[in-house]
């Protein structure tokens, strides 16, 4: 197993752009998170999921983002319509019962 | 609102010295506190962590302290090493998902 593996590890778009990173658990987790995080600040919860079912979701994720975790393992987080505001490094975690791990992120910029 | 927040934005330490990263919290309700360091480019690791009924933890090199009752977590690195000089966050769980503080830098100096 090679931890949580989110991909690309780089995005930059052009306003306006749909992009989509994907997050590859830890394979027998159960739970998977994203998280978003700008310079200088903690991690903020994002949406998170247990199994194929999306639990939660927080008020700072707009209706232009949507996350999937269509068969309860890898997981898609896109963006529509991105706007500078958007540009962040984008988390995905992932745990079975105790503390989440996780991945190195996708540094998304949005010019 | 409620929060997690740290009380130094910046320490700087010299190797060998110990070092104590210290963090409020204000939900008396969460049950279970988590730290973690962040380097450049990286996502957070885990470093240890402690649930409400504890009031100290142990790890290698590395000590957690709950206190409930002022709402406080610190965590404490002996004999800090270079290496360890990166961002530490403590993150509080609530139903499920991490809160977390702006963090604390550690910078060590030979």
């Known amino acids: 197993d090679t931890g949580v593996s989110q991909n690309p590890r780089h995005k930059i778009t052009k306003r306006g752009q749909n992009v989509t990173f994907r997050c590859d658990p830890i394979?027998?987790?159960?739970?998977l998170y994203w998280y978003r995080q700008t310079l200088g600040q903690g991690p903020e919860f994002l949406t998170y999921?247990?199994?194929?079912?999306?639990?939660?979701k927080s008020r700072l994720l707009s209706d232009r983002f949507s996350a999937e975790r269509p068969k309860g393992s890898f997981s898609t987080l896109e963006i529509q319509r991105t706007e500078q505001g958007d540009s962040a490094m984008y988390l995905c975690?992932?745990?079975?019962?105790?503390?989440?791990?996780f991945g190195s992120g996708t540094r998304l910029t949005v010019v | 609102g409620e929060s997690v927040g740290l009380h130094l934005p910046t320490l700087s330490v010299q190797e060998g010295d110990n070092s104590i990263i210290n963090c409020a919290y204000s939900?008396?309700?969460?049950?279970?506190f988590i730290w973690y360091k962040q380097e450049s480019g990286k996502g957070p690791q885990f470093i240890i962590d402690?649930?409400?009924?504890?009031d100290k933890r142990q790890g290698q090199r590395v000590t957690v302290l709950l206190n409930k009752t002022v709402k406080h977590l610190s965590l404490q690195i002996a004999a800090t090493q270079p290496g360890d000089s990166a961002v530490y966050f403590c993150?509080?769980?609530?139903?499920?998902?991490?809160?977390f503080g702006t963090g604390t830098r550690l910078q060590v100096f030979p």
């Open positions: 993150a509080e769980s609530r139903t499920d998902k991490l809160i």
């Open positions: 939900n008396s309700a969460s049950d279970y």
């Open positions: 999921f247990q199994n194929e079912a999306q639990l939660e």
């Open positions: 402690i649930r409400s009924n504890m």
């Open positions: 975690a992932s745990s079975l019962m105790e503390a989440p791990t």
């Open positions: 394979s027998e987790h159960n739970r």
